[in-house]
């Protein structure tokens, strides 16, 4: 008999699961499960198998042998599920005494799953061999998923395929974890395994950089005959090869007939609407995350939230780029946001330096480079204590006394550039986390606390409570805790009026206006933002 040029495994419910925690709807699984078997495809890798209670999951979670018995699974299809190699090693389910093996998988005769996929990272394959082999002897069809192909070097890859052999696994499968990988890196890719494998050999191409489906269609044309898709390319981050596209393009390359009806209603009614909700697909962000080799959920997480500008998105990359971003943390992730963790009481106390003194602070706009020469000469003039924020520079450095910042995610991803400011850096430094700590180590800094509590204002000897972290809302509150005279600004130009960051500084300047006890605040340079303006040439 003559063998088949390829399989098409479709794990859009797998994949997708990241999205709505794998509880998809019976009604949606059944509708899903004939569609695939109407366009020809061949396994349909419906969910993982984990024994991970921690938060509720749905059952594509656990593709459990009951839940499968309750669906109505075509003749046609064939049944995948994956399991992490990470949870073989962590649980070790080897040892006799637990039997973990035997709660996760019986024999195949009494179950519905044909393939079961190990997904791994190169550092994990030696201890997951073993529990792979022992599920191969329950009479499954095994294939090792190895993530993150990218990285790995000629040797790796023959060492990888050498314990294949030798454990007797059924299929190679290269994941293109990163989404970076072009063409011709993945046709260098399978002739490395090709020389060394002689099995079948699968790829999951990632759609970071648009080119999931050319990636996969190279592999097919140089003898990979097991390629994975989902529907409408739903997975984590950018997703991945779309079923709908794939079976178009498999049926002009070998002539054969589709009807696509079926396929287009279910996307329609159920997938399109899906996408609208999560957003999942290639964009920008994504594509930068392929350029540099970053973890597409780093980029997945960031938009979820919601809470990241397109600038902070950008300058997570950038600090990802060189700190390391190939493995997804949520920890790292976190550190990202606005978290403060330690004290929130500082040990400086700004009256120290500012008490009875005006104060100037530089914003970021381009008003301070516009208008340098005149800021230069009022500093000179009047010397007001200068409170630069984050790293704003366009001014004489000899006249900056202090630079302030607060927000986390300036910190990491700017530290480099404050190692060189002759200025302290005032920041909350008792409340950063320890991977932020150990870059400011030999930095000269004065730590201010804060407390962030939304709609507040309040200023102590050497914290504040402030409404958000942005460094504006940080120096005014030092400036208020040193009992400053007055506050000029800036540089605080103002966003335009359909920006969301223009309303959040026009409510900050509003609730900052609305204390009783404060220091005025009059801006010295172009500003669209509601507070009290003057020109620095008039002073």
């Known amino acids: 008999m003559r063998q088949k040029k390829y399989n098409i495994l479709d794990c859009t419910l797998r994949d997708g699961g990241y999205y709505n925690n794998w509880n998809f709807n019976i009604d949606l699984i059944n509708r899903y499960l004939k569609v695939m078997s109407d366009i020809n495809i061949d396994f349909v890798e419906i969910g993982f198998r984990s024994l991970e209670k921690k938060n509720f999951k749905g059952p594509c979670a656990y593709t459990s042998d009951s839940f499968l018995n309750n669906l109505k699974i075509p003749k046609s299809l064939k049944i995948a599920v994956m399991i992490n190699g990470s949870e073989l090693i962590k649980r070790e389910f080897l040892r006799k005494k637990n039997n973990l093996l035997n709660q996760i998988f019986k024999e195949s005769k009494f179950s519905k799953v044909k393939l079961v996929r190990v997904a791994c990272h190169f550092s994990e394959i030696k201890k997951v061999m073993p529990v792979a082999s022992k599920i191969k002897k329950l009479g499954y069809k095994v294939a090792i998923n190895l993530m993150q192909i990218s990285d790995r070097t000629n040797n790796e890859i023959k060492n990888f395929c050498v314990l294949m052999k030798k454990y007797d696994m059924d299929i190679l499968y290269f994941a293109d974890s990163m989404g970076s990988l072009n063409g011709t890196h993945t046709q260098q890719i399978v002739k490395n395994f090709k020389k060394n494998w002689i099995g079948s050999l699968g790829i999951h191409a990632h759609d970071n950089m648009n080119m999931a489906m050319e990636n996969t269609m190279i592999a097919l044309n140089n003898g990979v005959n097991y390629i994975d898709s989902t529907v409408l390319g739903m997975g984590r981050g950018p997703g991945n090869v779309k079923t709908e596209n ?88 976190n550190i990202y946001k606005d978290y403060h963790l330690g004290k929130d009481k500082g040990t400086y106390q700004p009256s120290k330096h500012i008490k009875n003194k005006d104060v100037l602070i530089l914003g970021s706009g381009g008003g301070v480079e516009s208008h340098k020469i005149a800021l230069e000469s009022f500093i000179k003039r009047y010397k007001p204590f200068v409170i630069a924020l984050n790293t704003q520079n366009s001014i004489n450095s000899k006249l900056i006394d202090t630079r302030a910042v607060s927000n986390t995610l300036r910190l990491l991803t700017d530290h480099k550039s404050f190692k060189y400011f002759p200025q302290k850096l005032i920041l909350p430094y008792q409340r950063l986390s320890k991977l932020i700590k150990e870059k400011f180590k030999k930095v000269k800094k004065l730590d201010f606390g804060i407390n962030v509590k939304s709609n507040s204002f309040k200023f102590l000897k050497s914290s504040a409570v402030i409404p958000n972290t942005l460094a504006i809302s940080y120096a005014l509150a030092i400036a208020n805790s040193g009992r400053a005279k007055k506050i000029y600004v800036a540089g605080f130009d103002g966003y335009e009026t359909d920006d969301p960051k223009r309303m959040e500084m026009d409510e900050l300047f509003s609730l900052y206006n609305s204390l009783e006890k404060k220091a005025e605040v009059e801006s010295i340079t172009p500003t669209k933002y509601k507070i009290k303006s003057t020109s620095v040439y008039a002073l």
């Open 246 to 333: 794939l079976v178009l393009e498999l049926e002009k390359k070998f002539k054969r007939k589709i009807n696509y009806n079926k396929l287009i209603n279910l996307i329609s009614k159920d997938f399109i609407p899906m996408k609208k909700k999560y957003e999942w697909g290639s964009n920008f962000y994504y594509y930068l995350s392929g350029l540099h080799g970053i973890h597409p959920s780093f980029i997945q997480g960031m938009l979820a939230t919601k809470s990241f500008s397109s600038e902070q998105i950008l300058s997570v990359i950038n600090s990802l780029k060189t700190e390391g971003g190939k493995k997804f943390s949520n920890d790292l992730l």
